[in-house]
């Protein structure tokens, strides 16, 4: 079997990266880990990709300033470098130029924690407790230009409690989207989920979709 070479992009902790890296250690998983990039320095997750013998980068978005094209390019160049098939994003907060996103047409993926497309952006346990959400949980999907806006690969659900707290809330989802991002990189790497609209600035379809 010939694995897809993976590229995973961090910001912080990384512990969706820590869940593929694991996932990864099956010798039947069709995907290879094969870079670990951060846009932070001291991003904890850097430390955890090295413990595993993974390659990492540091592509620090600082210097660039304004000029996200530039920083895109830097990106791509580490991609290049090691010949990246596929991209993972995990928690890495930085807005991508779309001319990037759309070079990476259907070969680039994310999780967000919650059901899209409810809840796009940020603080998405808060709004759902707001919003009286009795069901919450987290979204793999492809990266669209809009945020947060890609075709849905797969999702995961999680119980609302009634005394929940955010954070209770978000360490349920978290343990679901543990389980979720290797199952859906499984999906693409494999070529069993694809876009299947070429128009690359629409939502397209997908086929399967998965619920877990």
């Not at 010798?27 to 932070?40: F, G, M, Q, W």
């Amino acid at each position: 079997m010939q694995k897809k070479r993976v590229a995973i992009l961090i910001s912080g902790r990384g512990s969706n990266m820590a869940a593929l890296i694991e996932a990864a250690k099956d010798k039947d998983y069709p995907a290879e880990i094969a870079l670990v990039v951060s846009n932070r320095t001291n991003a904890a997750g850097l430390e955890i990709a090295k413990a595993n013998g993974i390659a990492t980068a540091v592509v620090d978005h600082v210097p660039f300033g304004k000029d996200r094209h530039a920083f895109d390019r830097a990106l791509q160049t580490e991609f290049d470098r090691h010949r990246i098939e596929l991209v993972c994003l995990a928690g890495f907060m930085r807005l991508l130029t779309d001319s990037f996103v759309n070079a990476w047409h259907g070969r680039m993926i994310n999780i967000h924690p919650s059901l899209l497309p409810a809840f796009k952006g940020l603080d998405t346990h808060t709004r759902a407790l707001a919003a009286g959400a009795k069901i919450h949980g987290a979204t793999v999907h492809f990266v669209a230009p809009e945020m947060d806006s890609g075709p849905i690969i797969a999702q995961a659900e999680v119980p609302v409690a009634a005394d929940d707290t955010p954070a209770m809330l978000a360490a349920r989802v978290l343990e679901a989207e543990h389980r979720l991002y290797p199952l859906a990189l499984r999906l693409v790497a494999e070529g069993r989920v694809q876009l299947r609209d070429a128009e690359k600035s629409k939502t397209p379809g997908i086929e399967p979709g998965v619920t877990g």
